[in-house]
Each structure stands twice: as C-alpha cells, then as structure tokens.
C-alpha cells in the first residue's frame, strides 16, 4: 500500500478543524443564554463554555494571533461573559462554578482578563461549597484544571493525587465500559495533562502504555458504534498523551473525515439533546445535536497541528494473558461428567468439545472414559446419527479417538464413505470447505483435493480489529449471550487476535463465569432443567473457545 505524504494528510486534517470552526462560527448567536428559550438555558450555557474554551485553546496551542472565525467566536463569548447577568450567577449558585469558570479560563487564555470575574470566582472557591462538596475523581480534576487556568489560588488536593483513583488508571475490563465511563476516561486524561502541556506523575505500577492501550481498544468501539463524539475524545486523548505512531489515530482520522457534513458540522451521537429541549426548531436542533462532537474534531484538528503538542515513545503495553489452563481443565471435567448421562445427540457435542480442551492443555486421560463410553455405545449407530452431528462434531471426536487408541466402527465407516463422495466430486462447494479440511487432517483425503477451494480470507488493513466482532463482544456482555461470546472469542483467536486487549479482555469476563463445580454461566432462575441445559450449552462453547485461545500465538494477524 503506498504512504500517504504527511503534508496531504497535515492538510485534509487542518481543512476538518477549519470546516468545523467556520460551522460553529456561523451558529454563534446560539451561544447567548439571553436570547434563548427558557428550558435551553442551561444546555446553551453549557454550550457557550465548551466553544469557549475551544477558542482559548487555540490561542494557547497556536502561537498565531486569532483570527477569522476563531476570532468571531471568541468576541461572541466575551460579549455574553462581560454581562453582570452572567458572571454574577457564580455568587448566587457556587455549586454552579465550573458552568462560569471555564468561559473566564478561555478569555483569559486569550489574553482578554477581567478582574471583576476572577475575583467573583475566587470568592466562590473560598465560600466553603463549590471547592468542598463530594464529586467523582474526573469531576474533582475538572474543578483542579478550571481553577489552574483561572489562575484561582485553592488549598485542594493536586491533580496527581486525585489521579490514581480515576477508572483510567484501575485497568477495567474495556467491555463493561459504558458511554459514560469512557467519557470519565477521556475527561481525566485532557485534564491531568493540561491538553498535552502537562506530564502527570502515573500512579506507582501504572505505566501511560496501558493507557494507550485502553484509548486504542476503546477506539474500535467506538468507531463500531459509530460515535464520532467518542472517537474524536479518544483521538484528543492519544495526542494529549503524545503518542504521534498511532495506526488507531490514523483510523479515527479516516472516520472523522467521512462523517464530517460538508457545512463542517459533525453529528453526534443518539441522546445528546436533554429531552425538556426536544423542540421543533429544526435549526435549534441540527446545532444542539453537532456542536460538541464539532468542536471535538476541531480540537482533533488543533492538537495534531500544534507545535506545542508532545512527543513521547511508550514501550507497547504487554496486555495480561489471561491463563485458561485451569478453568479449561476444570471444565472439561464437568463436561464429561454432564455429557454421560446426555442422551448421545446432545452429550456426543459434549465429549468432542471436552476433547477438544483436553488436546489443548494436553491431558488426554480427562477424556478417556467418557470417550470409551460413547465408543462403545456408538458402535453400531445409524450414519444418519454421525450425518446429524455434523463434520465438526464427528471429526473432533474420531481424533481423540485415535489419540486415545480408541475407535467407533461406524464413525470410521460414515468417515471414509463420506471421504469418498467428497473426492469424487468436481468442485468443493465453499460451505463444505471446513469439513473437507477436517477430512485432510484426519487423512482420509489428499490435501490436495482441498486445493480448489478459495480460502475465505478477508483483506485487513493493518492492525485494525474487526468491528463487528468488536459490536459482538460488547453485545454479548450486554445481554449475557455467554454462547455468543465464545463463538466470537473463537473466531478472533483462530484469526490471530487472541491477545488483543479487547479479545483478552473478553477471555477474561468469560472466565470470571465459570462456577465452582466447572460448568460455566449464572442461568439467574431457579428450574434445575433449564439451568442445566444453560450451563451445558455455555459450557460447551466456552470450552471450545478457550481450547484455541490456549493453543493460539499472541502476535496479531501477519499482513
């Protein structure tokens, strides 16, 4: 593939911030809390804050004066922000402060200070509420960074020692991660590193790698999802943590550039606008629902072209393997224990999936009895019973039987009959393509014979994780779809993606559903009959999953 020149992609990327400041600029009259519906007030002071500090962040990454429409902009917030009705609203609610404060750290940025506001400010930080009442760690870092840049005196906590208790730095599993969460996260980074201007001091044992790691796994989802709002954060918190070497940035790049609207404006996500503003004012609303996620990507489009922005090389975070040896071994047990008093067209799946684990930790005994069971008891089936299992099912179970030295006399004739009808045919239909190669490895027929059939492999740019399967994973943990998710893990591993942050991640919530008796899965109902079947179904996927995760290298799929 060729390289794209780093002065194209510097353009196409200044021209996205461009676009977006000249669509918030055109709507800046929407900014004024005076002229707005009495149930938008709160929503456009909201507003007017993050345009604003848009603006005073431009002046504080760009050493160029302000100009055209950031300049429009900015005399827009200093023409509402000047107004006694504005600043005097901090003396009245302190436990508003930080919906004022931000607009007086932006003017100020601008080099446009007024006393009056700052000292307003600082008697609300000294009243006793607004600096003292109970907030979430992001929460507190928002009120410490406001109050830096307001340059407001405070006897409060440092930002690095409100850092460690922050969900960034708790390494949590990135699928049970809600919206809410990941915003957490990316407000914690923009705040502890000043927007790239400040290195924090990492808790002791947290290194800022695993921090990447997180903000690149959290990036896959939030480009599945298709929420501009979070894949511009995210990409904002890449650059705030100075990583330049991102093939991740690169993809929220690409995403960005295709939903951007031609007008500059960028669409943010579902349930953005508080329902008490849901009004018919179709102008009104096309601006509540863009103008954050548009400022996000103009703040994308600032930090990747800022001279200040930082540069720093974090080794790669070695993600934690999640160990299956013992939870594997634990439930190929119970899987053949379960499996011999299944009638054998359910219970026969069972022991070629247990022998499937056994294989991969390599304790073939665990299996020996249940498979001399069904051996003996499959003895003389009908092929309709070996045809109704499948190829997957019944040449998983002739393989441990050779293993074991065992043998089935009707497998082995259903096994070679079928080998020889697939040899004598033209072409092997595609979804045949799997059986047929379960056939080579047994070797009933050449290798050879397969050569016909077009290998499914799907072109992959480099290092980008599966979206859907990243949409299939975060569904599965939403809805319990234990089976679901094993399918999903499977497939990721046999497809080089095992150690990937977010497949070890789901490894790991799997895991954490095996019982104490080896089954896997929490039916939550009491009927023995059903949370039998449950666990056995999830058992059986699970183990199977967990078979190819232990058997799989960690390296990411070669391009």
């Given at each position: ?9 510097s353009s196409?990327r200044?021209?996205v911030?461009d ?7 055109a709507r ?7 002229i ?5 007030v ?11 500090f ?12 302000l ?6 902009i900015?005399e827009?917030?200093?023409e ?6 504005y600043q005097?609203m901090i003396?009245?609610d302190?436990?508003a ?6 607009t007086?750290?932006?003017l100020?940025?601008?080099?446009r200070?007024?006393?009056e ?5 600082q008697?609300?930080t ?9 907030r ?12 830096y ?5 405070h006897?409060?906590?440092?930002m690095?020692?409100v850092l460690?208790?922050?969900i960034?730095?708790r390494r949590?599993?990135v699928?049970k991660l809600?919206?809410?969460?990941v ?5 914690t980074?923009f705040?502890v590193t000043d927007?790239?201007?400040?290195e924090p ?5 947290y ?6 790691e997180?903000?690149?796994a959290?990036l896959?989802l939030?480009?599945?999802?298709a ?7 995210l990409?904002c918190?890449?650059?705030?943590l100075g990583v ?11 995403f960005?550039?295709?939903?951007q609207?031609?007008?500059?404006r960028v ?8 329902p008490?503003?849901?009004g018919g004012d179709?102008?009104?609303r096309?601006w509540?629902e ?6 996000v990507?103009a703040l ?5 072209r ?5 540069v ?5 975070a070695?993600t934690a393997r999640?160990?299956?040896?013992m939870?594997l071994?634990?439930a190929?047990?119970?899987?053949c224990d379960?499996s011999?008093v ?18 991969a930790?390599q304790?073939?005994r665990l299996v020996?009895?249940a498979?001399e ?5 499959l003895?003389?089936?009908d092929?309709?019973f ?5 190829m ?13 030295g ?5 497998l082995?004739?259903f096994l070679k009959t079928?080998?020889d ?9 595609p979804?045949i393509?799997?059986g047929v190669?379960?056939?080579i490895g047994?070797?009933?027929i050449?290798?050879s014979?397969a ?5 499914q ?9 599966p979206l859907?399967s990243a949409?299939?994973l975060?569904e ?8 679901q998710l094993a ?11 095992a150690q990937?942050?977010l ?9 954490a559903?095996q ?8 039916p939550?109902?009491?009927?023995r009959t059903?949370r039998?079947n ?9 183990v199977?999953a ?11 799929p070669k391009?």
């Amino acid at each position: 593939m060729e390289t794209e020149n780093p002065g194209v992609r510097s353009s196409r990327r200044r021209a996205v911030e461009d676009r977006a400041v000249a669509w918030l600029a055109a709507r800046r009259d929407l900014l004024d809390p005076r002229i707005t519906r009495p149930d938008s007030v709160l929503f456009t002071r909201k507003a007017l804050i993050e345009t604003a500090f848009l603006v005073g962040l431009r002046a504080r990454l760009d050493d160029a004066p302000l100009d055209g429409d950031y300049a429009a902009i900015l005399e827009q917030v200093e023409e509402v922000a000047r107004q006694p009705s504005y600043q005097e609203m901090i003396a009245r609610d302190e436990s508003a402060l930080l919906l004022y404060a931000g607009t007086y750290a932006a003017l100020r940025l601008c080099g446009r200070e007024d006393a009056e506001f700052k000292r307003i400010i600082q008697q609300a930080t000294q009243g006793g509420y607004s600096a003292a009442f109970e907030r979430v760690p992001y929460r507190q870092l928002d009120l410490l960074h406001t109050l830096y840049l307001c340059g407001i005196e405070h006897d409060l906590p440092s930002m690095d020692d409100v850092l460690p208790f922050t969900i960034l730095c708790r390494r949590p599993n990135v699928l049970k991660l809600a919206d809410r969460d990941v915003y957490a996260i990316t407000h914690t980074i923009f705040y502890v590193t000043d927007f790239g201007l400040r290195e924090p001091v990492w808790p002791r044992g947290y290194h800022p790698g695993e921090g990447v790691e997180l903000l690149e796994a959290l990036l896959v989802l939030a480009e599945a999802r298709a929420n501009a709002d979070l894949v511009g954060e995210l990409l904002c918190c890449l650059y705030c943590l100075g990583v330049t070497d991102s093939h991740a940035a690169d993809r929220a790049w690409a995403f960005l550039e295709s939903v951007q609207e031609d007008s500059g404006r960028v669409n943010g996500p579902e349930g953005i606008l508080h329902p008490g503003i849901d009004g018919g004012d179709n102008h009104f609303r096309s601006w509540a629902e863009g103008y954050h996620t548009t400022i996000v990507a103009a703040l994308a489009g600032l930090l990747e072209r800022s001279p200040r922005r930082p540069v720093r090389r974090f080794p790669k975070a070695s993600t934690a393997r999640v160990s299956v040896e013992m939870p594997l071994r634990r439930a190929v047990v119970w899987l053949c224990d379960a499996s011999m008093v299944q009638d054998p067209r359910v219970g026969l799946a069972g022991v070629a999936a247990a022998a499937v684990g056994a294989a991969a930790i390599q304790e073939h005994r665990l299996v020996l009895p249940a498979l001399e069971y069904y051996a003996a008891r499959l003895t003389d089936v009908d092929p309709a019973f070996w045809q109704e299992q499948g190829m997957e099912v019944a040449g998983a179970f002739s393989l441990a039987l050779r293993t074991a030295g065992a043998t089935c006399p009707s497998l082995d004739d259903f096994l070679k009959t079928t080998a020889d009808v697939v040899s004598s045919l033209d072409r092997i239909p595609p979804d045949i393509a799997n059986g047929v190669h379960q056939l080579i490895g047994l070797g009933l027929i050449s290798p050879s014979t397969a050569a016909p059939i077009p290998r499914q492999t799907a072109h992959r740019e480099r290092h980008a994780y599966p979206l859907n399967s990243a949409v299939s994973l975060h569904e599965a943990l939403e809805t319990y779809h234990l089976g679901q998710l094993a399918a999903t893990i499977r497939t990721l591993a046999q497809d080089g993606w095992a150690q990937h942050r977010l497949t070890q991640d789901a490894i790991s919530f799997l895991a954490a559903q095996q019982t104490t008796d080896g089954a896997f899965g929490y039916p939550a109902t009491d009927d023995r009959t059903t949370r039998g079947n449950a666990q056995y179904s999830w058992t059986r996927s699970a183990v199977t999953a967990l078979a190819v995760t232990a058997k799989n290298p960690s390296a990411l799929p070669k391009q």
